[in-house]
C-alpha cells in the first residue's frame, strides 16, 4: 500500500524583496527535512511591479504571480497568506485575510501603531475561534540556541532572573551617503532601529525570560537627517546619488532604553545600524541568582551558560555548541558541529506554523504576543518624546 500523503497547504506571500527571498526558501525547505501534518505548495507570489515579481516567482519557486494582493485574498484555492510587505500595509492585508478565512504569517513588528496592532489582535483572536490561525515572525527565538536558553530558564538553572542586557547592532547605514529606503520613511516602516531591529530584541528578552517589560526610560537619536533619493541599493544598503535629490529621515537611527519588568527585574536595551563592524549582532546576556546565559547571533550556534551552582574552583562560562541531536530543531539537520545559518530560524518558523496549523492549535507568537512587543515600542517612543521619563507599558 501506497502512504498517504499529507494534504497541501497553499500558500500565497504578498512581497517578494529580502524578507520575501527569506520565506520562499523557508516553505520550500522546511517540508523536505521535517516531517509536516501539511505539505506547503508555493501556489501565488504578489507585488506591486509585474516584471520583478514575475521574475520573483521564477526564482524562488512560485507556481503563478500576480500584482493585485486583493484578489489572491480572495481566491478558493489559496490557504494561507504570507505577509512580507512595510509595516503601513500590514493591518489591510492581515485584516482582509483573516476576513476570508485564510491563516496568516506576518512579518514583524505586527504592526506602524498600537491601535493597528490591537485591531489585527482582536480580528486574530476572533478568526482562531473558527480555526483559522495567525503567527508573527520573530525568527530569531527558534535560533537553536535561544531557543534552548528559554530552556534554561524555565527549567530554573539560572536561578530568579534579575538583570538582562539585550543589543541588535548593525552598521549598513554608518554611510551618510546611504540611499534613502522605505525603512527610513516612518510613514512606511513606523519608526527606524526601534522597529525594524528593537523589536526582536524585545521579543527575544520576553521570550527566553518568560516575563514581560512593565516600563521604560528611552532616548531616540537620528544621526543622517536626510539621504539622496537615487543611487545604487546594494543588500540594505548601497550609495547614494550625490548630484540628485535628497529626502529627509523621519524615523531613528538608534534607539537606547532602560527597562523594569513585570517581576521586577532590569534591563538594558540598545538597537542601532550606526555600529562600524557590527553587521547583525543579536546580543543577549541573562544573570540570575544561580547563573548566567550571553548569546551573540554572530556565533549563533553557541549559547555560553555560567553554573553559579558549580565549585568555585572549576566555575566558568561554559560555551555549548548548540547543535547536537538533543538540542531544539537541530536532529532534523546535520551531524553534530556543522552549524546552522540565518535561514534556518525562517524554516523552524514554518515548522511550527505549519504543526500548530495541523493541529488545530494557535501558533506562537501569536498577534497578541507581537501586540506586547508593539506596546513596548509605542512606551520608548513616548518616553524619549517627554525627556526620558519613566513610561509604563500600556496593557
Request: hydrophobic share 40%.
Amino acid at each position: 500500500m501506497t502512504p498517504t500523503s499529507p494534504p497541501a497547504l497553499r500558500v500565497g506571500m504578498i512581497g517578494h524583496a529580502f524578507m520575501g527571498a527569506m520565506h520562499s526558501h523557508a516553505w520550500r525547505t522546511a517540508p523536505r527535512f521535517f516531517d509536516l501534518p501539511l505539505i506547503p505548495e508555493l501556489a501565488v507570489i504578489a507585488g506591486r511591479n509585474p516584471a520583478s515579481t514575475e521574475a520573483a516567482a521564477a526564482k524562488y519557486g512560485w507556481a503563478e504571480s500576480t500584482t493585485n494582493w486583493r484578489e489572491l485574498i480572495e481566491r478558493d484555492d489559496i490557504d494561507l497568506i504570507d505577509i512580507c510587505t512595510p509595516g503601513d500595509t500590514h493591518r489591510e492585508i492581515a485584516l482582509a485575510a483573516l476576513a476570508a478565512g485564510k491563516h496568516v504569517l506576518c512579518e514583524k513588528p505586527l504592526a506602524n501603531t498600537v491601535a493597528e496592532a490591537e485591531e489585527m489582535t482582536a480580528a486574530a483572536e476572533d478568526a482562531a475561534s473558527r480555526g483559522v490561525f495567525s503567527m508573527c515572525g520573530f525568527t530569531y527565538r527558534r535560533t537553536p540556541a535561544l531557543t534552548l536558553a528559554r530552556q534554561l530558564v524555565d527549567e530554573g538553572r539560572l536561578g530568579t532572573v534579575r538583570q538582562v542586557r539585550a543589543q541588535y547592532l548593525q552598521d549598513w547605514l554608518s554611510d551618510e551617503n546611504a540611499p534613502m529606503t522605505w525603512r527610513l520613511d516612518k510613514t512606511k516602516s513606523g519608526s527606524g532601529s526601534l522597529g525594524d531591529i528593537g523589536a526582536h530584541i524585545i521579543d527575544a528578552a520576553q521570550y527566553v525570560t518568560g516575563t514581560d517589560i512593565a516600563g521604560v526610560s528611552a532616548m531616540l537619536e537620528t544621526f543622517v537627517t536626510r539621504r539622496p533619493v537615487g543611487g545604487e541599493h546594494v543588500g540594505l544598503g548601497g550609495s547614494g546619488a550625490t548630484d540628485g535629490e535628497y529626502a529627509k529621515v523621519t524615523v531613528d537611527d538608534a534607539a537606547l532604553f532602560t527597562a523594569r519588568f513585570t517581576d521586577n527585574t532590569v534591563g538594558i536595551f540598545e538597537a542601532t545600524r550606526f555600529a562600524l563592524g557590527r553587521k547583525n549582532a543579536v546580543r543577549l546576556e541573562i544573570n540570575g541568582t544561580l547563573g548566567s546565559l550571553a548569546f551573540d547571533f554572530e556565533d549563533m550556534n553557541v549559547l555560553e551558560f555560567f553554573d553559579g551552582t558549580a565549585p568555585a574552583h572549576t566555575q566558568g562560562f561554559q560555551r555549548i555548541i548548540v547543535t547536537e541531536p538533543v538540542h531544539p530543531y537541530t536532529a532534523n539537520w546535520w551531524p553534530a558541529g556543522h552549524g546552522l545559518g540565518y535561514e534556518h530560524g525562517f524554516t523552524h518558523q514554518v515548522v511550527d506554523l505549519v504543526t500548530a496549523i495541523g493541529a488545530g492549535t494557535s501558533p506562537t507568537p501569536s498577534f497578541r504576543d507581537a501586540l506586547g512587543v508593539q506596546r513596548v515600542l509605542d512606551a520608548v517612543e513616548r518616553s524619549s518624546a517627554d525627556h526620558s521619563i519613566y513610561t509604563p507599558v500600556s496593557r
